[in-house]
């Protein structure tokens, strides 16, 4: 018991002393993941849409070579950032880029930064994810949006991608919750955000354990409101269940506006306006 | 004589060995409503998936008006938004309403402003029967509910010719009934229409043109006066006399 009403001693005494900090760290952690979730999402997303660019036998040598490169890339970038870890991208962007153009390509904002490799990293997921998402879909939609003329990026932006989206969402929330952990390693670029601050704070003082004890608790309290709200979010996609009829309305029509419903114009109006009353 | 809006010609289709169409060669003309009738596994659906494009046929060609839509250089989604398409499962989008349904190829692809869409698409919902809707989304909807709102989306778009792909096949028996009549409606109002179809008394009753498959070739076609009355192959007297039996 004692060793426990120590621990909240010390926690106590180093949240008053340096609460500022480490709610400031746990903003640049949200901020951070947030950003480069939604750059991955639109990343995954565009490539979901290159890979499904449908190639056809009456296509030209040049295009179907174009359309095969462009699936390689996508490839090639997933592969690559999925397969190597986070921390070591870091070092290759943001120390390697100055490196290997003598200093005239660096980053001067250490955001700008953070920004750009968590986004890429996440990107490579979100495309496994997208699709994942369109696989998911099926064929029948693709089917009805192409018997009505629609292009391929018609038929992906209006109708496969906003139902492999609802599908993927669940997995968007795991790459966001991820995000706010993972973003710890930005430390190796000397990016400030939550766990950078305990490194700081328990460099002046030796209560490494009360310090670890908070950032659980702060990680704890951030994932555990994000999951809440993605769960609010996937309800407000799902719309709702219940839809209400347009029709005629008897009260409407004694009130003398309209002439009498004799032809289907009449009706179409009227029922305009009864959509605009609601 | 009318124009013809739709020729095929000595098309054929195979998926790797297995040879589906042989040698398809017929013509629909304005105002047509051409039924194509045959044993399952006789590439009906084949041939209207072809006509549309959906798939590439492997010889022959579509000619539509005077233009071979099968060649290179030609825009499938361009023919595709003059040639509609009902299908057996419906495919509405499921994350739109009934309206958005059958408002978004013509804001999309006929780049209509909103309003305009919006009257065109309440006027055609209206034929259907299905306007009181227009909020619900398919998943809310019957299966008949959600075929005739099918069709008045492919009627949106204004199309030059109408493809049915057994659109009542997937119905409960007292749903068919409701798409039939909406079908017999628009053949009344001089709409070309090829319709692939079980629905013999359909064909007989409504089309002015049969065309009886097996096997991948047309084995018979004609007026469904004499075809009906008086099948010359045995292959489409055997199958009308499976149907006359029930």
């Not at chain 1, 639109?42 to 499904?52: E, H, P, R, S």
């Not at chain 1, 496969?160 to 790459?175: C, D, E, F, K, S």
């Not at chain 1, 490494?208 to 004890?213: D, K, L, N, Q």
Request: proline share 4%.
């Amino acid at each position: 018991m004692e060793i426990f009403a120590k621990l909240g001693y010390d926690m106590t005494r180093l949240w008053s002393a340096y609460w500022v900090k480490y709610l400031g760290g746990m903003g640049s952690t949200l901020v951070l993941a947030l950003v480069a979730t939604l750059i991955g999402c639109v990343i995954g997303l565009a490539c979901g849409i290159l890979n499904t660019i449908p190639v056809a036998r009456q296509d030209s040598a040049p295009k179907r070579f174009g359309l095969k490169l462009v699936r390689a890339l996508v490839r090639i970038y997933v592969e690559v950032f999925r397969g190597t870890p986070m921390v070591l991208q870091a070092v290759f962007i943001y120390y390697g880029l100055p490196y290997f153009t003598n200093n005239s390509m660096r980053f001067d904002n250490i955001w700008a930064a953070a920004i750009l490799i968590v986004s890429i990293n996440t990107g490579a997921y979100m495309a496994e994810s997208v699709r994942g998402g369109i696989l998911s879909i099926d064929p029948g939609q693709t089917e009805g949006a192409k018997a009505i003329g629609m292009t391929h990026f018609q038929t992906m932006t209006s109708v496969i991608l906003p139902q492999a989206l609802r599908n993927i969402m669940p997995q968007i929330g795991n790459n966001f919750i991820i995000n706010v952990k993972d973003t710890s390693v930005m430390f190796i670029i000397g990016f400030t955000e939550f766990f950078a601050f305990h490194r700081y704070i328990t460099g002046v003082n030796n209560l490494y354990f009360p310090s670890a004890a908070i950032e659980m608790i702060g990680y704890l309290t951030m994932t555990l409101i994000a999951s809440f709200l993605l769960r609010w979010i996937e309800k407000l996609m799902d719309g709702s269940d219940s839809y209400k009829l347009v029709q005629a309305d008897a009260l409407t029509m004694a009130a003398g506006t309209y002439r009498h419903p004799k032809k289907v114009e009449d009706t179409l109006e009227r029922n305009l306006e009864q959509e605009r009353r609601m | 004589m009318a124009e013809p809006i739709i020729a095929v010609r000595h098309l054929s289709k195979s998926f790797g060995a297995n040879v589906v169409l042989r040698d398809i060669d017929f013509t629909v003309s304005s105002g047509d409503v051409t039924t194509v009738i045959g044993p399952s596994g006789s590439g009906k659906s084949t041939l209207l998936r072809c006509i549309n494009l959906l798939e590439t046929p492997t010889s022959g060609s579509v000619i539509f008006h005077d233009q071979d839509v099968t060649g290179r250089g030609v825009d499938p989604a361009a023919y595709r938004s003059k040639v509609g398409m009902v299908f057996q499962s419906f495919n509405l989008f499921s994350n739109m309403t009934v309206l958005d349904n059958c408002t978004v190829g013509q804001r999309k692809v006929l780049k209509k402003d909103a309003e305009t869409a919006r009257k065109n698409a309440i006027r055609y919902l209206e034929q259907v029967g299905m306007a009181p809707y227009i909020n619900a989304r398919p998943r809310q909807l019957s299966g008949g509910q959600k075929q005739r709102v099918a069709i008045a989306r492919a009627l949106a778009m204004e199309p030059e010719v109408l493809l049915f792909d057994e659109p009542t096949s997937a119905l409960d028996p007292e749903m068919v009934g409701e798409v039939l009549s909406v079908m017999r409606d628009l053949a009344r109002g001089g709409m070309t229409m090829i319709v692939v179809t079980h629905e013999m008394a359909f064909a007989r009753d409504v089309s002015n043109h049969v065309v009886f498959m097996a096997d991948g070739v047309i084995a018979e076609e004609g007026l469904p006066g004499e075809l009906f009355q008086d099948p010359k192959n045995p292959r489409t007297r055997e199958f009308l006399a499976r149907f006359r039996e029930n």
